[in-house]
């Protein structure tokens, strides 16, 4: 056994566990985060995708001792106070998701995306959504969510840099 200690969603965690087990079982198994889906176990479809320490990575490819002294951030650590990220919302409001086994790695997968490029074309997000696989929305719906959730981001930013720019001036 090798004691690990890990941050998850923003709780601390010690746990003794076995050299080889993976870190979605770990989440799963033992944390019982289960919005963290066990998809293919090969890395082939990225429903298991979280974020640690603030990069996308396919859960079952990592080793629950190789987070050890990491943050970890699944699916279910996105929401606060019962309110959806604007990511979540928009994946609900454009009909992102059919059976939504896909959705939570979808979801981690295109927050990667827009930290890295905040306006990415639709061909940019279907580049950055490749390692997750969806069977059953044929990924438009996908793509124009995370679109949507780009435009809105710029929509905000431009409102803000011109209400800023009007405080200068009357200033």
């Known amino acids: 056994m090798t004691h690990i200690s890990v941050t998850v969603d923003g709780t601390a965690y010690e ?17 019982g985060l289960t919005g963290t889906p066990i998809g293919c176990d090969t890395s082939n ?13 396919k859960s079952c490819t990592v080793l629950a001792v190789q987070a050890d002294g990491c943050e970890v951030t699944t699916v279910q650590g996105l929401a606060r106070d019962g309110e959806w990220t604007p990511l979540q919302r928009a994946f609900h409001e454009r009909h992102a998701l059919q059976c939504g086994y896909c959705t939570p790695g979808m979801i ?11 306006r990415p074309s639709s061909d940019e997000v279907r ?3 490749e390692g997750n696989l ?12 995370v679109l949507a ?6 929509a905000s930013e431009r409102q803000s840099a011109q209400g800023q ?4 001036v009357t200033a």
């Open 45 to 57: 479809c990225g429903a298991c995708t979280v974020e640690l320490d603030g990069a996308s990575v």
């Open 15 to 31: 746990d003794d566990v076995e050299p080889r087990l993976l870190l979605v079982h770990y989440l799963r198994d033992r944390l």
């Open 127 to 129: 580049k950055a959504l």
């Open 134 to 145: 969806c069977r059953c929305t044929g990924y438009q719906n996908i793509v124009r969510a």
């Open 108 to 118: 981690m997968a295109a927050r990667d995306l827009l930290r890295e490029n905040p």
């Open 149 to 154: 959730v780009a435009e809105e981001t710029s």
């Open 165 to 168: 720019s009007a405080q200068e």
